[in-house]
T-cell receptor, first 114, second 109 residues
């Protein structure tokens, strides 16, 4: 399978716990994006990387959120001290070009904070 | 930032009917994509169409960049076409995608 891969697919956690999600982009795609989608809404941009550099972060990305792409390949998104409002689908995408890229999305990680 | 509006928000069709979904955007774009979100939440690429017209089977899309809108046509709809259709645009100055709120399509047998 050469698509974008995300793990885990589902995560249930208790409020206050930390969670980490992983995204493996399409091979050789140098741009990687994280989005969040809540019920009934379109996905909202969180952050993106070009290779290992994090180039932009949305205001949605509070101090409790951190993302890394240490070797320019896979990426992790960590949420510390989870809150019920963090419950959402977290989507990862990758694209091969700098401008005018076509983005391809993974299957997402559905987070439920109880 | 750029605004994206999709219409209609909901659409109910009988199998075999045709439909047109619209996406309006408020600024110049260098990327426009249409997606179908399946029941499991994955976004399936339909078209990458910052301008012009493309066709893929029963689906086609047209983007008129100068007038800041795009249309997605679905012909001879099938029940498997049901789901949410999203339009997403990338601004000229950046690479993030801004999504509309989607059109929820229901195709009844």
């Amino acid at each position: 399978d050469t698509g974008v891969s995300q793990d885990p697919r589902h995560k249930i956690t208790k409020r206050g716990q930390n969670v980490t999600f992983r995204c493996d982009p399409i091979s050789e795609h140098n741009r990687l994006y994280w989005y969040r989608q809540t019920l009934g809404q379109g996905p909202e941009f969180l952050t993106y990387f070009q290779n290992e550099a994090q180039l932009e972060k949305s205001r949605l990305l509070s101090d409790r959120f951190s993302a890394e792409r240490p070797k320019g390949s896979f990426s992790t998104l960590e949420i510390q001290r989870t809150e019920q409002g963090d419950s959402a689908m977290y989507l990862c995408a990758s694209s091969p070009k700098v401008f005018g890229p076509e983005a391809f999305f993974g299957q997402g990680t559905r987070l439920t904070v109880v | 930032g750029i605004q994206v509006e999709q219409s209609p928000p909901d659409l109910i069709l009988q199998e075999g009917a045709n439909s047109t979904l619209r996406c309006n955007f408020s600024d110049s774009v260098n990327n426009l994509q249409w997606f179908h979100q399946n029941p499991w939440g994955q976004l399936i690429n339909l078209f990458y169409i910052p301008s012009g017209t493309k066709q893929n089977g029963r689906l086609s899309a047209t983007t008129v960049a100068t007038e800041r809108y795009s249309l997605l046509y679905i012909s001879s709809s099938q029940t498997t076409d049901s789901g949410v259709y999203f339009c997403a645009v990338g601004e000229t100055s950046g690479s993030r995608l801004t999504f509309g709120e989607g059109t929820q399509l229901t195709v009844n047998p």
